[in-house]
């Protein structure tokens, strides 16, 4: 059994395992109704939420807390209302657990498949966008999967009131409220605690910079996904859809440019590029966008260059 003394952290841990077994068992209208159930409260708590966010980001004004920082702490009415439509296009995901594929019979007779079952406990680690909050909620319990989060200190009481709305909306549907739960206290010292639970979490998944991801990699006793550390590429190959592919490029580079995980660079493939590069300078030449062309792409950009 886990050696350290009993803390916060370790029945925090506790409740989450107990919550994955009850988890593991939801039924797929369960899932689906806890999730519209979490969109509707959030539309109703709408000016709470605000409310909230608005004083955290007032705060986070006078500690002198750079705009792009301030930009991923902020929710709006657009940014709430864009993850309550991804809490509805997470409900309507067909249910991956229990799908059963790779089904063969072994030359004794026996019948081997694959199933699609849930890992159990995740743990998120992540800064100071509360948006992660409810979108790694709504995954996690689609999925069947208890959650811990850990967000950052400077959006602690926007993450709590979103916690609270999940929270209540599990008790709602038959689920366990503990099946999604917050780390409140911001000391790091949690986060030490955190990495030593393999015996209760499955998953940890470090969001936020280059040295929380190190950290992680180096101290946790529980497997790590690492990733969104920025620098992130598009590749356009001579197959793809060239009209699509303007308006996921628009996305993933304007949507919100200050995230992590915004678009970089676009790789093209040279048999189109002729075609595709003046299109996508001429499609986000209206958001503001400016480019950084590699050399052997200068001879299908002459038209924007100045003479």
């Known amino acids: 059994m886990n050696n350290q003394v009993d803390s916060p952290i370790l029945t925090l841990c506790q ?33 709470a939420i605000l409310e909230v966010n608005e004083k955290e980001i007032q705060t986070a004004r006078q500690s002198s807390l750079t705009p792009a920082m301030l930009d991923r702490m902020t929710l709006t009415p657009k940014r709430i209302n864009e993850m309550i439509n991804s809490l509805h296009e997470v409900a309507q995901f067909d249910d991956p657990i229990g799908v059963v594929s790779d089904s063969h019979i072994l030359p004794n007779g026996l019948q081997l498949s694959k199933m699609r079952v849930p890992l159990g406990v995740i743990a998120v680690i992540y800064e100071s966008r509360p948006n992660v909050t409810v979108e790694v909620a709504s995954l996690t319990l689609k999925t069947g999967n208890a959650l811990i989060l850990r967000g950052g200190s400077e959006t602690l009481a926007t993450n709590m009131i979103l916690v609270a709305v999940i929270q209540e909306a599990l008790q ?8 999604v739960q917050y780390i409140e206290n911001p000391d790091r010292n949690c986060i030490n605690q955190l990495l030593a639970m393999y015996e209760y ?37 001579e197959t793809a859809d060239l009209e699509a592919s303007l308006k996921v490029i628009q996305n993933a580079k304007v949507q919100r440019p200050t ?49």
């Open 15 to 47: 409740n989450a395992r107990r919550a994955s077994l009850d988890l593991a068992l939801a039924t797929s209208d369960q899932k689906v109704a806890c999730l519209y159930t979490i969109a509707s409260e959030m539309q109703k708590r709408m000016d």
């Open 172 to 179: 709602k549907v038959g689920l366990p409220s503990t099946a």
């Open 201 to 237: 979490i499955d998953l940890l998944i470090p969001r936020g910079g280059n040295a929380l991801q190190q950290f992680c990699r180096k101290n946790s006793t529980i497997p790590v996904i690492t990733g969104g550390i920025g620098i992130c590429h598009l590749y356009v190959d």
């Open 259 to 307: 995230v992590c995980n915004a678009l970089d660079t676009v790789l093209v493939h040279q048999k189109i590029a002729k075609e595709f590069l003046p299109k996508l300078i001429r499609y986000l030449q209206s958001d503001g966008v400016s480019f950084r062309a590699a050399e052997n792409a200068m001879p299908f950009l002459m038209e924007f260059t100045p003479p």
